[in-house]
């Protein structure tokens, strides 16, 4: 059975996720006991009691999807000697994929990721950016009506999630002036998402140049699994440029799925909190199976499923 691993990004996190893990596995107790030693504050603490608010915070969320993340893998490891063939991150993802597959230790990516999404914040005003997902309509066409749209600002399409599913992300005003063509152009429907950083837009490369320097003294290996990288959607022999370009460039995650595919992929686990991953995957190719890992039961079932076809 070839199998490749996804990792989600921000917008998987909530309030509790991961509980039953925790109270069930010293794994992913310890793990998060590091991370918190990293941060300097509890970090459980605020993913099993919140508030919301805090844990959305992008500078919180980031360190905490990737905690549970890396957690979820490392008791996958426990339980089972099977190993993926490929692994990919969506977004803030492709660094649970890279520590995961022993690209980057953990600890430097738990510092890592808080720094970024600290700099993505700085990089625009709270109010001042904007993401919305398009549902309904075509690539080209989302791309053509961010570029009317934009008259002097900046609006594009950052996410390619699925087909007929693409997120928009830059300056508000522009965001909302293309959320409405969009609407003229037949999408199904245009919703506004809950964060004010408009991630993968190139109104982050300022944040982008001040990242480089963090990531100049970051360890980089070699790995033991290929990660195909959001830039590109390849393995890449230069791994800190591509996370650099990656703030400010879009998910191709349509490809990364296809691509995974191409090479023989016919299941997909889900390492993180959440399913999202595996809902986009059915639509992109019905053909693979999806199994997410976020509870004991499915993390159970993923393993039953991967040792009994072998």
């Not at 749209?149 to 007929?164: H, K, L």
């Not at 909302?176 to 190139?202: D, T």
């Not at 039961?297 to 040792?307: E, F, N, P, R, W």
Request: overall charge negative; charged content about 20%.
């Amino acid at each position: 059975m070839t199998f490749a691993m996804v990792f989600p990004g921000q917008g998987s996190q909530a309030v509790g996720m991961l509980s039953e893990m925790h109270e069930q596995a010293p794994i992913v107790t310890t793990l998060f006991e590091e991370a918190s030693h990293v941060l300097g504050y509890d970090l459980w603490q605020t993913v099993a009691e919140g508030p919301a608010e805090t844990l959305n915070q992008t500078r919180v969320t980031q360190p905490a999807i990737l905690t549970a993340s890396v957690a979820l893998w490392r008791l996958f490891c426990a339980r089972t000697e099977l190993r993926p063939s490929v692994m990919a991150g969506h977004s803030l993802g492709e660094y649970s994929a890279l520590v995961c597959a022993d690209v980057v230790p953990f600890d430097e990516a738990v510092a890592l990721v808080a720094t970024r999404g600290e700099l993505m914040q700085e990089a625009v005003p709270e109010g001042e950016g904007a993401m919305s997902v398009v549902l309904g309509l075509e690539d080209e066409v989302i791309i053509d009506v961010c570029r009317h749209a934009a008259q002097g600002q900046v609006v594009e399409a950052v996410n390619f999630n699925a087909p007929g599913q693409v997120v928009i992300a830059g300056n508000a005003a522009a965001v909302e002036r293309a959320g409405a063509a969009a609407k003229e152009a037949g999408a199904r429907r245009v919703q506004p998402l809950p964060v004010s950083v408009p991630a993968h837009s190139s109104l982050m490369r300022a944040a982008a140049e001040r990242f480089a320097d963090t990531l100049a003294t970051t360890t980089i290996g070699e790995g033991r699994i290929p990660v195909l990288h959001n830039v590109g959607v390849d393995e890449v022999s230069d791994t800190r440029t591509a996370l650099v370009e990656q703030l400010y460039s879009p998910v191709p995650w349509t490809r990364i799925v296809q691509t995974m595919s191409d090479r023989g992929v016919e299941t997909l686990m889900e390492c993180g909190p959440g399913k999202v991953l595996c809902g986009l995957a059915r639509r992109i190719d019905r053909a693979v199976s999806t199994f997410p890992l976020h509870t004991p039961d499915t993390l159970a079932t993923a393993i039953d499923h991967l040792t009994s076809t072998g």
